[in-house]
């Protein structure tokens, strides 16, 4: 369910591959948090945000920044060379095999929803993961500060005219990406083991959902991640071996029929 | 422009440099490290005929390396096909791919093309993986003999560098006369202005296709070098990070300068190697990522680039 929270990196139009290391700290974050201060799953899901988020405006101010008015292909290598960076000192650090990390009791076990047993855990994770998006969704649709950072999205010189400060609105922007990315990866980590590499596949994952869904609306882009991440659950029924590629194909289809994505206006199609 | 470099006199000291280097390579270092080392420069000359002079940043060129590579081992070592045959059809699988790839990316630009670029060479990933009966899965396919080639015996390591270096100098001067026709010279309007090159009449989407088409055959080719000179084809060929690590090499040298690529190609692979002999041992990535981190940073035009830009600099 994780799928869900990706929708919001490509909301924010800053998807990158730092993302998967983001998405990857946070889960260590919490691991080690448990294992040196028994710091409680609850108290992760706060503190490896704030932690990650950090680390990542640090990035930002350090060396994103530089990068910014090149063709943003040199971001997309930055963080490339990143992932590699942070990935190789986590296997230094932790190890290539992966740790267990467990969710709390409370939310361990099976719920009746009715029709069918459904794991504790992974409501907990749905449910979570809806409350972020309306979060986000309303700070960015109907607050000011949501409206500065759409507008320094959309016309940052514009916006700049203005008087507004929009490199701080990026930096602010990207730290806020990359605590959602954090924040997934705790949530994530009782899922699958905690290792250095499980921010790969979710960071190729949301590229293809990039794609699918296109830029422009807030609604669609969520209604993709859920729609995809249902696929997801009824295509490891149907076919499991496959299942991997199923969001590939659908990429695919998506392309050849509508190429600037579902829900994007053609000319957001760059 | 750096490609003024290729006709020039400078060009071919170059040109001549590289080669007398690739000459004495196996006598320097351990003969198939300088066997991979000439795969990846080939491989980073065609990622860098889409990248340098087309534009357009694949990363998802392992899927044609890795997947030839495949092809070519699948074949010899589990239908006893000859060498030279399974080569061919692994080429032949090559192209079609990257027909088929390119065809749906060049749908989109930029940073999309990144990215559907890499999902879809995910696809082949999974299907590597999943197809473990064919594959090997985790273990790879390996192969018990090179064979030969046309005749030529194949199971000495240093005459097999210098079967892969004529190859490799082949698809080299390929791309140089790719670069040079009027078909290159249309390719570099429409990185420079791809509206302009439309406006006068270029139907831009067949020549990236056709580019991408020669890209990823010659990328397949050099993918097959790597795999016949290892003895082995395994998942990491097809794995997202050796996408990465072409775009690596050709950034570190410098893209759209041809030799550059192949500097940064041989530069890469022994570094890789002579810092995985230290304490950081396999954890390269470390050092491999921030020379690449520093190389977008500080010197985006890379190596050669560089070095041409203070030339042009001086002379003028």
């Known amino acids: 369910m994780a799928l869900g929270l990706s929708v919001i990196f490509g909301m924010l139009r800053i998807v990158n591959f730092a993302h998967g290391v983001m998405f990857m700290l946070g889960a260590f974050v919490a691991y080690y948090g448990a294992q040196l201060v028994h710091l409680p799953f609850y108290a992760a899901l706060i503190v490896a945000p704030v932690v990650v988020g950090l680390f990542g405006l640090l990035i930002e101010v350090v060396f994103l920044r530089r990068l910014y008015g090149l063709d943003p292909l040199y971001g997309l290598l930055f963080t490339f060379a990143l992932v590699l960076i942070v990935e190789d000192v986590m296997r230094a650090a932790a190890g290539a095999l992966g740790s267990p990390y467990s969710p709390p009791d409370a939310l361990a076990g099976a719920t009746n929803i009715g029709f069918t047993l459904f794991p504790t855990y992974r409501l907990f994770v749905i449910g979570v993961a809806i409350v972020v998006c309306v979060v986000v969704w309303y700070v960015l649709e109907r607050t000011p500060v949501g409206a500065r950072v759409r507008a320094a999205t959309e016309a940052p010189v514009l916006v700049r005219a203005l008087g507004i400060d929009t490199q701080r609105l990026i930096s602010l922007t990207f730290a806020v990406g990359v605590a959602l990315a954090a924040l997934a990866g705790v949530l994530a980590a009782p899922n699958q083991n905690v290792e250095p590499t499980m921010g790969d596949k979710i960071i190729i994952n949301t590229f293809a959902i990039v794609v699918i869904g296109g830029l422009g609306s807030i609604g669609g882009s969520i209604l993709t991640g859920f729609a995809l991440g249902l696929l997801q659950t009824v295509g490891a029924v149907i076919f499991p071996a496959f299942n991997d590629t199923l969001i590939f194909l659908l990429m695919i289809i998506v392309l050849l029929i509508r190429p600037s994505g579902l829900f994007g206006s053609p000319a957001s199609a760059k | ?316």
């Open chain 2, 1 to 316: 422009m750096t490609t003024a470099l290729l006709g020039t006199r400078r060009g071919a000291l170059v040109a001549a440099a590289l080669l007398l280097v690739a000459l004495v390579l196996p006598k320097l270092i351990y003969p198939v490290l300088a066997i991979d080392i000439i795969a990846y420069a080939l491989f980073a000359v065609a990622f860098d005929l889409l990248l340098g002079f087309t534009g357009l940043l694949s990363f998802g060129h392992a899927m044609f390396w890795g997947g030839a590579g495949y092809v070519t081992t699948i074949l010899v070592a589990r239908m006893h096909l000859p060498l030279a045959l399974a080569a061919l059809i692994a080429l032949v699988y090559a192209a079609v791919l990257a027909l088929i790839v390119g065809a749906i990316a060049i749908r989109r630009q930029g940073i999309y093309f990144a990215m559907i670029t890499l999902a879809l060479a995910q696809l082949q990933y999974f299907f590597a993986y999943q197809l473990g009966d064919w594959t090997g899965g985790e273990n790879g396919v390996q192969l018990t003999a090179r064979g030969n080639l046309l005749g030529i015996p194949l199971e000495n390591d240093v005459a097999f560098y210098y079967a892969v270096l004529v190859i490799a100098a082949l698809g080299t001067w390929f791309v140089v006369r790719v670069v040079r026709s009027p078909f290159g010279a249309v390719l570099g309007a429409m990185r420079e202005n791809e509206q302009r090159a439309i406006a006068l009449g270029f139907r831009v989407d067949r020549y990236k296709l056709v580019a991408f088409v020669l890209s990823g055959t010659l990328a397949g080719l050099a993918g097959i070098l790597f795999a016949v000179g290892n003895r082995l084809s395994g998942l990491d060929g097809v794995d997202w990070h050796t996408s990465g690590k072409v775009v690596m090499m050709s950034l570190l040298g410098g893209i759209g300068t041809v030799f550059g690529p192949i500097v940064g190609a041989g530069l890469f692979e022994s570094l890789d190697y002579f810092v995985s002999k230290t304490i950081v041992g396999d954890k390269t990535n470390i050092v491999m990522g921030t020379i690449f981190a520093l190389c977008v940073l500080l010197f985006r035009r890379g190596i050669v680039g560089e070095l041409l830009a203070g030339a042009r600099k001086r002379s003028s």
